[in-house]
């Protein structure tokens, strides 16, 4: 069964910091990783989703990387801003369609 | 477009109530997905859709659970009867194809008294 762990589950720093929000899975035969952003009481969006062929993809201040055969990704955020602050999800999905959830990192930004 | 919608947005209801939620995927859109967040067990899928069709339940916690999707622009998550475990956030998600990106909704807040 696939179990999806993040780590750290909480994390604040100073604005203009970069960080890194590790994934790890249990189960390597991944189809592809998603990478999302909840904020307080809102819905979740979607940030980079990486195919199993892909290391890495990158947008704006975000780069994240896969290592499917170690069974794990990071997410990398560069300057980091308050505004970033929010919970970030990892999940990964198999040839099935569904999304198997990490237990996320609450990430705090302070000015 | 206007993203996925769920309606209600809050849902306070007594045990025993019957509990509809609704949800509109984007237009074009093929696969539709409910999922349950709570603090304890964090985000769960519960059932999804494909083309209109259930293709795995079996998230979907016990009898009292059931779901439909009538028509490619809207899909219904029932509870019946409702329980005070069933307290959650449910989110229904959608995807132009299952296997890639989801687009969520804001999500309904249950709390069953």
């Known amino acids: 069964k696939q179990e999806v762990t993040q780590i750290p589950a909480a994390l604040s720093v100073p604005e203009g910091e970069n960080l890194v929000l590790n994934c790890s899975f249990t189960?390597?035969?991944?189809?592809?990783l998603q990478w999302f952003r909840q904020d307080p009481g809102k819905g979740l969006t979607s940030l980079l989703l990486?195919?199993?062929?892909?290391r890495e993809q990158t947008s704006g201040r975000l780069n994240a990387s896969l290592d499917k055969s170690s069974g794990r990704s990071t997410l990398y955020i560069a300057a980091s801003q308050p505004g970033d602050s929010a919970t970030y999800l990892c999940a990964v999905r198999h040839n099935t369609d569904k999304l198997i959830f990490g237990t996320g990192t609450r990430l705090q930004v302070f000015p | 477009d206007a993203g996925v919608i769920q309606s209600p947005r809050h849902e306070v209801t007594e045990m025993g109530q019957e509990v509809t939620l609704r949800c509109k995927p984007i237009?074009?859109?093929?696969?539709l997905f409910w999922y349950r967040q709570t603090m304890m067990r964090g985000l769960e899928l519960l059932i999804y859709f494909n083309n209109n069709v259930p293709i795995d339940d079996s998230g979907m916690p016990e009898d009292r659970f059931s779901a439909k999707m009538p028509n490619a622009s809207f899909s219904t998550l029932k509870i019946q009867p409702s329980e005070p475990r069933d307290s959650a956030v449910y989110f229904c998600?959608?995807?132009?194809?299952?296997?890639?990106?989801?687009?969520f909704g804001p999500g309904t807040r249950l709390l069953v008294l």
């Open positions: 237009s074009g859109h093929n696969s």
């Open positions: 990486i195919q199993s062929s892909q």
């Open positions: 998600a959608s995807s132009f194809i299952p296997t890639e990106t989801q687009y």
């Open positions: 189960d390597s035969a991944i189809y592809n």
